[in-house]
Nanobody
């Protein structure tokens, strides 16, 4: 069983930065860890994911070069550093634990989800 709790969301101006945190409990080392987001009226979409066991990290094209996913395996924490934020980055951000170590962009590849944290970028 894995539990995930996100924090760090908030309101920021266009061009600003935020750092999201995800506190995980349970065995996550053998799983990929991902971040997804959902804007109002839209489907949940992939943002970034990583596998601690093989060191592979992948990003959505829309966030490459602006967002960085990192983690602290000793603390069982996952972070998403978001720089140069844009209004289109607005949404609820979810942390997810994958069914395997593959850092997939597919929602179905993840079986544990946090409750989400709101990120709002004003123009």
């Amino acid at each position: 069983q894995v539990q995930l709790v996100e924090s760090g969301g908030g309101l920021v101006q266009d061009g600003g930065s935020l750092r999201l945190s995800c506190a995980a409990s349970g065995r996550t080392f053998s799983r990929s860890m991902g971040w997804f987001r959902q804007a109002p009226g839209k489907q949940r979409e992939f943002v970034a994911a990583s596998s601690w066991s093989n060191g592979i990290t992948r990003y959505a094209d829309s966030v490459k070069g602006r967002f960085t996913l990192s983690g602290d395996t000793a603390k069982n924490m996952v972070y998403l550093q978001m720089n140069s934020l844009k209004p289109e980055d607005t949404g609820v951000y979810y942390c997810a634990a994958g069914r395997s170590a593959v850092p997939s962009p597919e929602l179905a590849a993840y079986d544990y989800w946090g409750q989400g944290t709101q990120v709002t970028v004003s123009s």
